[in-house]
T-cell receptor
Framework: DGGITQSPKYLFRKEGQNVTLSCEQN?????MYWYRQDPGQGLRLIYY???????QKGDIAEGYSVSREKKESFPLTVTSAQKNPTAFYLC???????????FGDGTRLSIL | KQEVTQIPAALSVPEGENLVLNCSFT??????LQWFRQDPGKGLTSLLL?????REQTSGRLNASLDKSSGRSTLYIAASQPGDSATYLC?????????????FGTGTRLTIIP
């Protein structure tokens, strides 16, 4: 079945550590997105990519980095510069020109 | 800046009832509006997408309406079932470019009581 796979489901970060969240899709979608979800707030866009080897900052990109070396993969790195990383992170994808239609099941990141 | 309000924030109803979830948005210059459901600890599942030129969309027991001029959308759920328990999110898209330009509401948390 086609879909989006996020891993791990739970992740813990120590002070000063970078961590990477994985997102893989087999839907052959060109566009991929990363969102952050905090309690009581709507999803906020971190980064998005419309094509391989290209990506743009969203509304809250500070402290995060991404890469898009393959169409299927869009990993998100939460760097030590992100001072409040505890949140639920969602990856999404879409065909070019459409908004996100398919979402992964998320990664919950916590601080140790 | 687009702002999205969903009322009520939480709703509990007995199984079998019909119910309406409300969404209002401040910028009526939308390209389309989408309703999603989110189960606890999971991602979003798309339910219905209404284009700005449409008044409503239906899928099974779900019906979504759109009044763009007044900045409102409603999601009607008929004959509710326990499996409908989830958080429902309203997401307007502001323009027909920049498909990343979405504003997510905080949702209505629905509980259907068996």
């Amino acid at each position: 079945d086609g879909g989006i796979t996020q891993s791990p489901k739970y992740l813990f970060r120590k002070e000063g550590q970078n961590v990477t969240l994985s997102c893989e899709q087999n839907l052959n979608h060109d566009a991929m997105y990363w969102y952050r979800q905090d309690p009581g707030q709507g999803l906020r866009l971190i980064y998005y990519s419309q094509i391989v080897n290209d990506f743009q900052k969203g509304d809250i990109a500070e402290g995060y980095s991404v890469s898009r070396e393959k169409k299927e993969s869009f990993p998100l790195t939460v760097t030590s510069a992100q001072k409040n990383p505890t949140a639920f992170y969602l990856c999404a994808s879409s065909i070019l020109g459409m908004q996100p239609q398919h979402f992964g099941d998320g990664t919950r990141l916590s601080i140790l | 800046k687009q702002e999205v309000t969903q009322i009520p924030a939480a709703l509990s109803v007995p199984e079998g009832e019909n119910l309406v979830l409300n969404c209002s948005f401040t910028d009526s210059a939308i390209y389309n509006l989408q309703w999603f459901r989110q189960d606890p600890g999971k991602g979003l599942t798309s339910l219905l997408l209404i284009q700005s030129s449409q008044r409503e969309q239906t899928s099974g027991r779900l019906n979504a309406s759109l009044d763009k001029s007044s900045g409102r959308s409603t999601l009607y759920i008929a004959a509710s079932q326990p499996g409908d328990s989830a958080t429902y999110l309203c997401v307007p898209r502001v323009s027909n470019f920049g498909n990343e330009k979405l504003t997510f509401g905080t949702g209505t948390r629905l509980t259907i009581i068996p």
